[in-house]
Nanobody
């Protein structure tokens, strides 16, 4: 089992920045992929950014150039730096870890972008 603890959410004005962190614990050996998803009210959960152990990263088109995913492989910790935030970025952000083809999820952290 893998447990994921997210932190860093909050309320920010449009154009502002936030940095999310996710720290896995438990059976973290062989975690292949760490990613961030988000879910806005009334919408499906969507992939925001993904990072693999071999350095591959990918982003949703809506966040490219504004968000950066980074990973500390020694700690299996993943971060999401969010810049130039927009009201449409408002959502609950979930950390995801994939280990041996099994997905694990954090509890989520709320990000609200509002004037």
């Amino acid at each position: 089992q893998v447990q994921l603890m997210e932190s860093g959410g909050g309320v920010v004005q449009p154009g502002g920045s936030l940095k999310l962190s996710c720290v896995p614990s438990g059976s973290i050996f062989k975690i292949n992929t760490l990613a961030w998803y988000r879910q806005a009210p009334g919408k499906q959960r969507e992939l925001v950014a993904v990072s693999t152990t071999d350095g591959f990263t990918d982003y949703a088109d809506s966040v490219k150039g504004r968000f950066t995913i980074s990973r500390d492989n020694a700690k299996n910790t993943v971060y999401l730096q969010m810049n130039s935030l927009k009201p449409e970025d408002t959502a609950v952000y979930y950390c995801n870890a994939r280990r041996e083809r099994v997905d694990y999820w954090g509890q989520g952290t709320q990000v609200t972008v509002s004037a």
